[in-house]
């Protein structure tokens, strides 16, 4: 697998912590075995070449780092349930990803679906095996209040998993650019 993260390289603490109450809801603590910054998914491909990928990055050159503010808890209902932190809408965000996402389309195949701009849901992972005897207590973790906090991705990494190794990474611009909070939040 290979694609394109938007990643943090500070200390995350509150990240971090969702990550390690999380992961008491998994057989093997999932987060933090990936060895890898927190990030942001952007892209994903069964199939391509990382040089496309390197190029399609040159769409974030000049770009100051951008801060995320995660408010909540939610879940994808697949056969592991996974828990992830969701971001506040931010359309620098999707604007970020759409360009990202045009400068790949002429070149490769199409990406995973869930990864299109017409499907793309940001998110920051903090548990990505939860079995079904957990279900429940996964659910009550993701249903309850979390104090939100701001993460600021100041790279992007082409990466290739399993296991994450970094291919190309491209710093973004020291400064940040401060989260643009639409009162109409996408979900």
Request: glycine share 2%.
């Amino acid at each position: 697998m290979l694609g394109i993260t938007l990643s943090a390289s500070s200390a995350a603490q509150p990240f971090w912590k969702h990550v390690d109450e999380a992961s008491a809801l998994e057989d093997v603590p999932s987060i933090r075995a990936l060895g890898y910054r927190p990030h942001l998914t952007l892209t994903r491909y069964a199939t391509i070449e990382s040089s496309s990928l390197q190029k399609a990055m040159e769409v974030f050159d000049g770009e100051a780092a951008i801060s995320v503010s995660f408010d909540r808890v939610e879940f994808f209902d697949t056969d592991l349930l996974v828990l992830w932190l969701a971001p506040q809408h931010d359309q620098r965000l999707f604007d970020l990803h759409a360009r990202l996402h045009a400068a790949l389309e002429p070149a490769s195949l199409p990406c995973d679906a869930n990864y299109s701009p017409s499907r793309w849901r940001p998110h920051l992972t903090i548990a990505l095996a939860i079995d079904s005897a957990r279900r429940t207590s996964a659910l009550t973790y993701a249903s309850r209040s979390i104090e939100a906090f701001t993460l600021t991705f100041d790279g992007v990494d082409c990466v290739s998993w399993p296991p994450v190794r970094v291919l190309h990474r491209l710093a973004l611009a020291e400064g940040c650019a401060e989260p643009a909070v639409d009162a109409a939040r996408s979900r």
